[in-house]
């Protein structure tokens, strides 16, 4: 796997308080990649420190095979961000706000109809910002970050506060850029969006990164109650153990058609990260 981003023991302080303390990981071509964690952990830090808007203190980072301190335009021009501050002009339009963008990046005037198509603004080309929804405002955001068809992605929250529809609206298009073979790093509090979207993510608490796995395999590596949880038509709920002795109870109960619903009991993220750090997420 081509390493598309890479940090290796990264420190970072403000003011003589420690942000990040010992920060390290990899990203790779292809992946959806989430750092996930509560507000202050130090998820944007990481953000600003390899796109070379920050310098660390301490330790080694590079993106796209380039140092992150040294990053070239050819660097820049594959590389998209959505980030908290839209950085939109309010006052000029759709099209205007992504034409100033393909001057920059030096792309034909046509990509901006074909990335608006992408994220379903179509209709608003000529629609000053300031008239636009958050949900719009966050697709135009969107739309500007992949113009340039960037082979890494960075989303910082982008579907915060945002409606389900347009939820699910972004989630398809994140999906669809990975399968084009882009790298996407995401940063979410949401940790049902973490476990649909993401092929590994990583836990991060009070600037130390706490695991690293696919979701679905923190959750099993960090259930200790083993037990599935059946709930009967008449409304009682039973704990049995998850091994080969609840097989003969669970069948009597199917056999006599007094199943309402039958659970595991792995947790989700959200419960494994209170569990290893004490800490909601909010």
């Known amino acids: 796997m081509k390493t598309v981003i890479y940090m290796d023991h990264i420190r970072k302080s403000f ?41 660390k203190d301490k330790g080694d980072s590079s993106v796209l095979g380039e140092d992150s301190e040294k990053l070239t335009d050819e660097i820049h021009e594959n590389i998209g961000m959505v980030l908290e501050n839209s950085g939109l002009y309010p006052r000029l339009s759709c099209y205007d706000n992504l034409a100033l963008f393909t001057e920059i990046f030096r792309l034909p005037k046509t990509k901006i109809r074909d990335v608006l198509k992408k994220v379903k603004l179509e209709d608003a080309i000529k629609r000053p910002v300031s008239k636009l929804s958050k949900g719009m405002t966050q697709r135009l955001v969107l739309a500007r970050a992949i113009i340039n068809n960037p082979k890494l992605l960075f989303l910082d929250e982008p579907t915060s506060g945002l409606d389900p529809n347009t939820v699910l609206e972004i989630h398809k298009l994140i999906f669809e850029l990975r399968e084009d073979g882009a790298t996407i790093f995401l940063t979410t509090h949401n940790m049902e969006e973490a476990t649909k979207l993401c092929d590994r993510v990583t836990l991060l608490n009070e600037g130390e990164i706490v695991e690293c796995d696919h979701p679905d395999a923190l959750c099993l590596k960090y259930n200790t109650e083993k037990s599935i949880n059946v709930l009967l038509k008449d409304g009682q709920s039973v704990s049995l153990p998850c091994d080969r002795s609840s097989s003969k109870v669970i069948s009597e109960y199917f056999e006599n058609d007094m199943v309402e619903s039958i659970h595991s009991s792995e947790p989700n993220l959200e419960t494994v990260f209170i569990k290893l750090t004490g800490r909601n997420l909010k």
Do not use: C
């Open 15 to 55: 003011n003589n308080k420690t942000v990040l303390k010992d920060v390290s990981f990899s990203a790779y071509e292809g992946e959806i990649f989430g750092f996930l964690g509560p507000s202050g952990a130090g998820k944007t830090t990481i953000i600003n420190i390899l796109t070379g808007q920050l310098r």
